[in-house]
């Protein structure tokens, strides 16, 4: 129900539905045109994107991301739930290079090569074992892994792709 893109200069541009403030303007209304997001760094990676939130990877390697937050997807504790706007980064004592955002929750991948999920996990979305709350937060690490290349946070699952082309 959104779009994001990210131009030439290194600027995202957002537009369309924004009931969950996902267009990242800093308002709810619906966005006909491509926007500016509301964030000041130099932008390096525009992660894959959900129909409620996005993520994006800065210049400095920290992570951030907006949108609908009811499962803690958007990396930001919320008790009652509801909008985060783009105000703080994503555990910013890390350095990331990948970023994916679900319908409900968000797969990374931090410099080291390890991988780390949050938010909805009702479906084992997270790949922690059958053991794992339905909700992630903080984000923790999925397994031991320190060579994931890709991932994808599809609806209701996640894959990831490991150096010399193993796919999970």
């Known amino acids: 129900s959104s779009a994001c893109a990210l131009d030439e200069s290194d600027t995202v541009y957002c537009w369309g539905a924004n009931d969950d403030g996902q267009v990242g303007v800093g308002t709810v209304d619906d966005v006909g045109t491509p926007s500016p997001i509301l964030f ?61 955002a679900g319908g409900g929750h968000t797969l990374a991948i931090r410099e080291d ?6 938010g909805r996990n009702t479906s084992d979305e997270c790949g922690l074992g059958e053991d794992a709350p339905g909700r992630i937060f903080p ?30």
């Open 40 to 100: 000041a760094l130099r932008v390096k990676r525009l992660g894959d994107s959900s129909f409620s939130h996005h993520c994006l990877i800065a210049a400095d390697d920290s992570l951030w991301c907006w949108g609908l937050n009811t499962e803690d997807q958007v990396g930001r504790m919320d008790p009652r739930g509801g909008i985060a706007n783009v105000t703080s980064p994503v555990m910013p004592e890390f350095r990331w290079r990948e970023v994916s």
């Open 113 to 118: 090569g390890t991988l780390w999920c949050w």
């Open 139 to 168: 984000p923790e690490q999925v397994g031991v892994e320190q060579d994931w290349q890709r991932v994808s946070a599809p609806q209701r699952g996640s894959c990831g792709l490991r150096s010399g082309g193993a796919l999970f």
